[in-house]
Nanobody, 120 residues
Framework: QVQVVESGGGLVQAGGSLRLSCAAS????????MGWYRQAPGKLRELVAT???????NYEDSVKGRFTISRDNAKNTVYLQMNSLKPEDTALYYC??????????????WGQGTQVTVSS
Protein backbone atom coordinates (compact mmCIF):
# COMPACT_ATOMS: atom_id res chain seq x y z
CA GLN A 1 0.00 0.00 0.00
CA VAL A 2 2.82 2.39 0.86
CA GLN A 3 6.22 2.41 -0.73
CA VAL A 4 9.24 4.22 0.64
CA VAL A 5 12.30 4.62 -1.53
CA GLU A 6 15.59 6.20 -0.50
CA SER A 7 18.35 7.43 -2.75
CA GLY A 8 21.50 9.49 -2.63
CA GLY A 9 23.84 7.36 -0.58
CA GLY A 10 27.39 6.75 -1.60
CA LEU A 11 31.04 6.93 -0.74
CA VAL A 12 32.48 10.26 0.31
CA GLN A 13 35.62 11.48 2.01
CA ALA A 14 35.54 12.99 5.46
CA GLY A 15 34.40 16.58 5.26
CA GLY A 16 32.33 15.95 2.18
CA SER A 17 28.61 16.17 1.62
CA LEU A 18 25.75 14.00 0.51
CA ARG A 19 22.08 14.64 0.00
CA LEU A 20 19.66 11.82 0.70
CA SER A 21 16.16 11.72 -0.67
CA CYS A 22 13.18 9.67 0.39
CA ALA A 23 9.94 9.49 -1.54
CA ALA A 24 6.77 7.93 -0.21
CA SER A 25 4.03 6.79 -2.51
CA UNK A 26 0.92 4.65 -2.57
CA UNK A 27 -2.38 4.83 -0.77
CA UNK A 28 -1.52 7.80 1.40
CA UNK A 29 -4.06 10.18 2.83
CA UNK A 30 -1.56 12.20 4.82
CA UNK A 31 1.95 12.04 6.19
CA UNK A 32 2.30 13.03 9.80
CA UNK A 33 6.05 12.82 10.03
CA MET A 34 9.11 11.68 8.16
CA GLY A 35 12.50 10.89 9.47
CA TRP A 36 15.93 9.47 8.91
CA TYR A 37 17.50 6.73 10.98
CA ARG A 38 20.80 4.97 10.64
CA GLN A 39 22.29 1.68 11.66
CA ALA A 40 25.90 0.62 11.67
CA PRO A 41 26.92 -3.04 11.92
CA GLY A 42 26.52 -4.31 15.46
CA LYS A 43 24.76 -1.14 16.56
CA LEU A 44 21.18 -0.23 17.26
CA ARG A 45 19.22 1.74 14.76
CA GLU A 46 19.24 5.33 15.92
CA LEU A 47 17.31 8.43 15.06
CA VAL A 48 19.15 10.99 12.99
CA ALA A 49 16.52 13.59 12.25
CA THR A 50 12.77 13.92 12.00
CA UNK A 51 10.39 16.47 10.61
CA UNK A 52 6.66 16.88 11.01
CA UNK A 53 4.25 17.95 8.35
CA UNK A 54 4.28 21.41 9.85
CA UNK A 55 8.05 21.65 9.69
CA UNK A 56 9.08 20.99 13.27
CA UNK A 57 12.47 19.29 13.32
CA ASN A 58 14.42 17.17 15.73
CA TYR A 59 18.08 16.16 15.44
CA GLU A 60 20.39 13.76 17.13
CA ASP A 61 23.01 15.79 18.97
CA SER A 62 25.99 14.59 16.98
CA VAL A 63 24.55 15.82 13.68
CA LYS A 64 23.28 19.21 14.80
CA GLY A 65 24.82 21.94 12.73
CA ARG A 66 25.94 19.49 10.07
CA PHE A 67 22.75 17.83 8.85
CA THR A 68 19.56 19.48 7.70
CA ILE A 69 16.26 17.71 7.21
CA SER A 70 13.63 19.18 4.95
CA ARG A 71 10.51 18.06 3.18
CA ASP A 72 8.30 18.71 0.23
CA ASN A 73 4.81 17.81 1.35
CA ALA A 74 3.37 18.04 -2.14
CA LYS A 75 5.81 15.39 -3.33
CA ASN A 76 5.71 13.28 -0.16
CA THR A 77 9.46 13.59 -0.08
CA VAL A 78 11.97 14.19 2.67
CA TYR A 79 15.60 15.15 2.26
CA LEU A 80 18.65 14.94 4.43
CA GLN A 81 21.48 17.28 3.54
CA MET A 82 24.62 15.98 5.19
CA ASN A 83 27.62 18.26 5.39
CA SER A 84 30.97 17.93 7.12
CA LEU A 85 30.63 14.18 7.11
CA LYS A 86 32.68 12.13 9.53
CA PRO A 87 33.68 8.47 9.43
CA GLU A 88 31.36 7.83 12.36
CA ASP A 89 28.47 8.83 10.12
CA THR A 90 29.03 5.65 8.14
CA ALA A 91 25.87 3.58 8.31
CA LEU A 92 22.89 2.30 6.44
CA TYR A 93 20.44 5.18 6.43
CA TYR A 94 16.74 4.38 6.56
CA CYS A 95 13.81 6.59 5.85
CA UNK A 96 10.73 6.23 8.01
CA UNK A 97 7.34 7.68 7.22
CA UNK A 98 4.38 7.92 9.57
CA UNK A 99 1.36 7.71 7.35
CA UNK A 100 -2.39 7.73 7.48
CA UNK A 101 -3.49 5.58 4.59
CA UNK A 102 -6.60 5.92 2.50
CA UNK A 103 -8.12 3.16 4.63
CA UNK A 104 -7.54 5.30 7.74
CA UNK A 105 -4.72 3.14 9.00
CA UNK A 106 -1.93 4.92 10.83
CA UNK A 107 1.34 3.16 10.46
CA UNK A 108 5.07 3.53 10.18
CA UNK A 109 6.77 2.48 6.96
CA TRP A 110 10.44 1.90 6.30
CA GLY A 111 12.50 2.11 3.19
CA GLN A 112 15.15 -0.42 2.28
CA GLY A 113 17.98 1.87 3.25
CA THR A 114 20.77 3.61 1.43
CA GLN A 115 24.40 3.13 2.34
CA VAL A 116 26.52 6.08 3.38
CA THR A 117 30.22 5.43 3.73
CA VAL A 118 32.62 8.14 4.86
CA SER A 119 36.30 7.45 4.46
CA SER A 120 38.92 8.94 6.74
Amino acid sequence: QVQVVESGGGLVQAGGSLRLSCAASGSISSINAMGWYRQAPGKLRELVATITRGGSTNYEDSVKGRFTISRDNAKNTVYLQMNSLKPEDTALYYCNVVVVTTSAYRGSYWGQGTQVTVSS
